[in-house]
């Protein structure tokens, strides 16, 4: 070999002595120097849970010691990543600044004990992201052509879900609507006419309910409109976390707490526990309604999701996209070309004039066939005539020949 890698850091090669690293898909380490694969043992599992108290922010969870060992701050935008790099600088995946790799932390965190592993390829995601831009509509042509990813990295962001059980006590007025008539006297006549009064009853109740998997990204460098766009990520059954997945990876310490993550989750239940109360309650409307939640048994999994991460640099502006490493979907920023805009609105407007003229044409049309169709219906009765299926004209009687509009055909089809 004459290439002299450096030495290995966390899964050296049985074979050679190299460090391996993990490749997507195929659910092995792979040497890049003597090609060799060693399986990584995993299972799929429902994730194990584990307690939370909201109200002292305690969790009964373990910590994850190597991240401590393995952590690095960018000093540009301060996101935290744990990586098993050999390399002395780092670029960060987040806002693209490169740093020497030497601004380590040693801040306990609690350890994923889930996650999913990368199964979209670096190359697939790249290959991805092209297609994506192709159809972008209004990003400028030059745009299109030339982007590919500045340097795409493989990233896993950290996320909680929650699950708790929620108690509600309730109180308030839930009103019926009733249509009442009334009789109002107009220019001397009598006239009924209705309104729509409500019935107002008071009601209080308690109902319960489990709240199963709420997610929060627990990053906050991570662009989380992009996160929402490349959603979802297979969330029920999930491989145990093993740091053989990280190998050529990184993965972004959390930096929303547990307290912040369910602070953030927290409106989102108690919405839907007050909707689901009124829906059951079945009021047409509702009035100083109350609401004490009271949660109980929460839950937490701390997760490591998948996610490519890289952007395109155009006219010395960034602009970042993601790919999710599980299923390949793509979401990114692009520039606005205005000509493109402008042509687009055009088309539309183009478009609207169009149908508008059509729906003109189609009503001259039917104007046209309304003056043909009488000429045509009386030279068709002439004809029946003759021929004996009706009787003539003045034998129609009235209440028959008035039973047909003017200008519609006669005959008894
Ligand atoms: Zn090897
Ligand atoms: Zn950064």
């Not at 990584?40 to 994730?47: C, G, M, R, V």
């Not at 992201?129 to 982007?147: I, Q």
């Not at 003759?386 to 055909?409: D, M, N, R, V």
């Amino acid at each position: 070999m004459d290439q002299q890698p450096s030495p290995p850091l966390g899964f050296p090669c049985k074979s050679c002595g190299n460090r391996m690293v993990y490749s997507p898909g195929s659910g092995a380490l792979f040497c890049p120097y003597c090609k060799a694969e060693e399986p990584i043992p995993s299972e799929e599992i429902e994730a194990p849970e584990y307690r939370f108290d909201p109200d002292s922010s305690q969790a009964d969870a373990p910590m994850w010691e190597e991240a401590g060992d393995l952590s690095f701050v960018c000093p540009a935008c301060g996101a935290e990543t744990v990586q098993e790099t050999l390399s002395m600088t780092v670029t960060c995946p987040f806002c693209g600044s490169q740093y020497v790799n030497e601004t380590k932390t040693n801040v306990p965190v609690i350890r994923p004990e889930t996650m999913i592993p990368f199964s979209v390829k670096k190359e697939e995601a790249a290959r991805r992201y092209t297609e994506y831009v192709r159809r972008r509509l209004f990003a400028p042509r030059a745009f299109k052509k030339s982007a590919k990813s500045d340097s795409m990295q493989g990233v896993y962001i950290p996320y909680f879900t929650f699950d708790s059980d929620l108690a509600c006590d309730y109180s308030g007025r839930g009103g019926r609507y009733r249509t009442v008539s009334y009789t109002v006297e107009v220019n001397g006549k009598k006239q009924v006419r209705t309104r729509t009064v409500t019935d107002w009853y008071p009601i209080r109740g308690h109902e319960e309910r489990y709240f199963d998997d709420m997610p929060v990204c627990a990053s906050k460098n991570a662009d989380t409109e992009l996160l929402r766009k490349i959603r979802p990520f297979s969330l029920k059954v999930l491989h145990v976390y093993n740091p053989a997945y990280l190998a050529g990876f990184m993965a972004e310490r959390y930096s929303v707490g547990l307290g912040d993550g369910f602070a953030s989750v927290r409106p989102q239940i108690e919405r839907d526990m007050e909707s689901y109360i009124r829906t059951k309650a079945g009021y047409d409307t509702y009035s100083g309604m109350t609401y004490t939640h009271h949660f109980r048994r929460v839950r937490f999994k701390h997760i490591l999701l998948p996610v490519w991460i890289s952007s395109f640099t155009y006219k010395e502006k960034r602009y970042p996209f993601m790919v999710n490493g599980e299923t390949g979907k793509v979401a990114g920023r692009a520039p606005v070309s205005p000509l493109r805009v402008l042509l687009a609105g055009l088309c539309f407007a183009a478009f609207f004039a169009l149908v508008i003229l059509l729906i003109a044409l189609v009503n001259a049309v039917d104007a046209a066939a309304l003056a043909l169709s009488a000429p045509f219906s009386e030279s068709t009765a002439l004809f029946a005539e003759t021929a004996g299926l009706l009787p003539a004209a003045e034998e129609i009687p009235k209440s028959l020949s008035g039973a047909f509009p003017a200008g519609a055909p006669v005959l008894p089809l």
